[in-house]
């Protein structure tokens, strides 16, 4: 494995369509952008925190709960993006691409409900 690439696996023991175990490997830059993202979520939603508990008006405080929404929904594309291009491509060429499908379906399922 290259040192640009990161290897981690992804465990679904309760999952619907049953167990599924397999190792991801991603870019570095892939996994810096996302992670850095995720860092800069959790310090709005810290903000937002402060907000309520100094009592800043509601208003200003949904306006930042939007923003954090938005983010969370960009950093879900990136994440559905790395996993169209790097995930579903290798499980085809593994020949296991009907199991991802159904997996990706189900994880979407809960992601848009």
Do not use: W, Y
């Not at 996302?34 to 009592?55: F, P």
């Not at 491509?89 to 992601?111: P, V």
């Amino acid at each position: 494995m290259s040192s640009n690439h990161n290897q981690h696996e992804h465990r679904q023991d309760n999952h619907p369509v049953g167990h599924h175990h397999h190792p991801h490997v991603h870019s570095e830059a892939s996994l810096r952008k996302i992670v850095n993202r995720l860092s800069r979520i959790e310090g709005h939603i810290r903000g937002i925190k402060t907000m309520v508990q100094e009592s800043r008006p509601c208003p200003e405080v949904l306006v930042q709960i939007a923003a954090v929404k938005g983010a969370v929904d960009r950093v879900a594309r990136l994440i559905l993006d790395e996993h169209l291009s790097e995930c579903i491509t290798r499980a085809a060429q593994e020949g296991n691409i009907e199991t991802e499908i159904e997996e990706l379906k189900a994880a979407l399922d809960r992601f848009i409900l």
